[in-house]
């Protein structure tokens, strides 16, 4: 991570009221459609706790969907978000649930439509925000790199594969992030690079180590 | 090596024999790998952001999301009218610009988060009074942001510019520090007056604990930046007159770090204590409730 900034005490330039459910709200929005992609058809969007009860004040629910819809935080559209021609194309519905195992600020993003996917985050301060799982699969994303993310079986040797491909496709890794519970069971991996890497380098990991999900993620730029 | 420490920035500037913001300007060049010139564009971005708010927010009088605020600008701008501020002109604007912005964020504006959202009125209201008033050119506005930055970035070292973390003395009182460096900066001080009158403005203020009703950044968020604005100038008066505060401002964010961790949970923005949990406030939460389970009933 970077050093503190005088930069990111002055900033981030943002529609208010609240840096973590407002612009960490379009913040978690944008990186969902980034895991996702970006046609997005039907979404059913859990809130929890603090989220539920507190976001529609603060513009939660608003801000989500601005970010769905790929709108920056600053995006002074946010506000009008449900009124605008992007929603058209968009279904879409809340609930508000009590859970206090999850993070006060908790969402859930369940995708129905071509590409059905659910998606768990977080909005963990000042912004900030953290991806903990996809389908059954935990994970861990904080939207900084652009990112590799793969769940496989436990399968020797697969990482080392994994970044030969990398390297080979001229990328730079900052990070490799391994969760795995036990032994033998399903691994989550998250590459984070330094640069961007190609489609092409992503279908070469799928087929060499058949995944049973594998995105490339990109950062988020705000 | 990142300067932590305020001893460090005053030493850095007298070795170096630079002001405040040309020492902020090179670190944070090299943080980031740019120029100088693309790091001041940067922050540029950011007070032209500021002057928008303050423009719009001067010109709305849409309630706020929580519907607690967002007409009292109004209503002190037409009070000034008929009125003319005792305090002057400056204290006007000051008062009128904080006001502004932060009635913009709570209605969903868009605004510069300094160092937070909830504290986004008090540096912006100091800079642009001071710059309208005083005719002060752009760059020795953004030195000045610059300058509040930096204040801002040291004490954030030791506490985190979040209600959460250390109740509003770390968002407000932090905001009100920032901006009594920049505003002294304006006012042509040198590096031992600003730093002296962040000294005197954050002293001030330890102990100030976060307790929004309903969990909005609106009630006392929105009110408490005029007051922290025109804290910050209060502090400036009394550095040009030479007053010095007795305990130095790294010892002081030390001191409120500290206080800090002593401040209970209930304190620090989860709504469980002081104003949030007043009769008054409990019973707007209750009406607010039943609408939104009605609502949901309607479905
Ligand atoms: S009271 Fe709490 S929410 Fe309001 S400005 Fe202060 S720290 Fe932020």
């Given at each position: 991570m970077n050093e503190a900034s005088i930069l990111d005490i002055i900033s981030p330039v943002m529609v208010g009221p609240s840096s973590s459910h407002t612009a960490g709200a379009v913040r978690l929005g944008l990186i969902a459609r980034n895991i996702h992609g970006e046609n997005i058809k039907k979404v059913k969007i859990i809130l929890y706790n603090s989220y539920a009860q507190t976001g529609e004040?603060?513009?939660?629910?608003?801000?989500?969907?601005?970010?769905?819809?790929?709108?920056?935080?600053?995006?002074?559209?946010?506000?009008?978000?449900?009124?605008?021609q992007d929603m058209v194309s968009l279904e879409y519905r809340f609930e508000f649930r009590e859970n206090f195992a999850k993070h006060p600020n908790a969402v859930d993003f369940i995708f129905e439509d071509d590409n059905p996917m659910t998606i768990s985050a977080q909005s963990i301060g000042g912004g900030e925000i953290k991806v903990c799982k996809i389908n059954e699969f935990d994970v861990s994303l904080d939207g900084k790199f652009n990112s590799i993310l793969i769940v496989m079986g436990d399968k020797l040797g697969a990482i080392a594969k994994i970044t030969s491909i990398i390297q080979k496709y001229g990328?730079?890794?900052?990070?490799?992030?391994?969760?795995?519970?036990?032994?033998?069971?399903?691994?989550?991996?998250?590459?984070?690079?330094?640069?961007?890497i190609s489609a092409d380098a992503i279908e070469e990991i799928k087929k060499e180590i058949s995944p049973h999900l594998i995105r490339y993620v990109k950062k988020l730029e705000y | 090596m990142t300067i932590k420490t305020f001893e460090e920035l005053k030493e850095t500037c007298i070795k170096n024999n630079t002001e405040i913001w040309q020492t902020a300007q090179l670190q944070e060049a090299q943080i980031h790998d740019i120029t100088v010139e693309e790091f001041r564009a940067r922050v540029n971005k950011t007070l032209s952001a500021m002057k928008e708010a303050i423009k719009n927010g001067m010109e709305s009088s849409v309630l706020t999301n929580g519907k607690m605020g967002g007409f009292d600008c109004a209503k002190q701008k037409e009070y000034y009218k008929n009125n003319p501020c005792i305090y002057g002109k400056l204290y006007e604007k000051i008062l009128c610009y904080s006001l502004a912005t932060s009635e913009e964020n709570a209605r969903m504006g868009r605004i510069a988060a300094c160092p937070t959202a909830g504290a986004c009125g008090i540096v912006p209201s100091v800079i642009i009074s001071m710059g309208e008033i005083y005719n002060i050119d752009n760059e020795k506005l953004i030195n000045s942001l610059i300058i509040a930055g930096i204040t801002g970035?040291?004490?954030?070292?030791?506490v985190k510019p979040s209600g959460a973390t250390a109740g509003c003395q770390a968002e407000c009182g932090s905001a009100s520090a920032m901006a009594a460096a920049a505003m002294a900066y304006l006012f042509d001080c040198d590096t031992d007056k600003i730093l002296n009158s962040s000294a005197l403005a954050l002293k001030n203020i330890l102990g100030l604990t976060c307790d929004p009703v309903r969990g909005f950044v609106e009630v006392p968020c929105i009110k408490r930046n005029p007051f922290m604005a025109l804290h910050a100038a209060s502090a400036v008066e009394m550095a040009k007159a030479g007053i010095v505060s007795v305990i130095p401002i790294d010892d002081i964010v030390d001191a409120m770090e500290q206080t800090g961790a002593l401040m209970s949970s209930d304190l620090k923005e989860s709504s469980r204590a002081g104003l949030a949990k007043t009769k008054t406030a409990i019973v707007m939460e209750k009406a607010c409730f039943t609408k939104k389970y009605y609502s949901a009933l309607k479905e």
């Open positions: 004040g603060h513009g939660t629910d608003k801000g989500l969907i601005a970010g769905l819809l790929g709108y920056k935080p600053d995006s002074t559209i946010i506000k009008d978000i449900f009124n605008s990328a730079n890794i900052a990070t490799l992030n391994c969760d795995r519970k036990t032994r033998g069971q399903n691994a989550s991996l998250v590459i984070s690079l330094d640069n961007e | 970035q040291i004490i954030s070292f030791k």
